[in-house]
């Protein structure tokens, strides 16, 4: 498992680090979506669930661009970084909703 402790990574370990960041914050999101859709009422849990589904559409809208050509060889690194942040975000709205 790469670790990201390398004190100047080259462009493709700092990219490895990035994916390997965001895996581990899409994870911790995954389950605490599953663990709310299970306190939730049907309602509640419906209104959760159209929820995310509009905010995973607007990540890869806001995200995946970054892999496309004109962004260059950092473009995969932009992606990560743009999905790890807007993880973190989408975790902290999960826990007080």
Wanted: with cysteine; proline share 1%; charged share 30%.
């Amino acid at each position: 498992k790469f670790t990201c402790a390398i004190k100047e990574p080259n462009q493709i370990e700092m990219i490895e680090c990035a994916a390997e960041k965001y895996n581990e914050s899409d994870h911790q999101l995954n389950i605490l979506y599953q663990n709310k859709m299970k306190m939730l009422k049907m309602n509640k849990a419906n209104q959760l669930r159209i929820s995310q589904r509009k905010w995973i559409a607007e990540k890869e809208a806001n995200c995946n661009h970054y892999t496309e050509e004109e962004s260059g060889s950092n473009g995969r690194l932009e992606s990560f970084e743009c999905s790890l942040q807007m993880t973190k975000e989408r975790i902290r709205f999960l826990q007080k909703y």
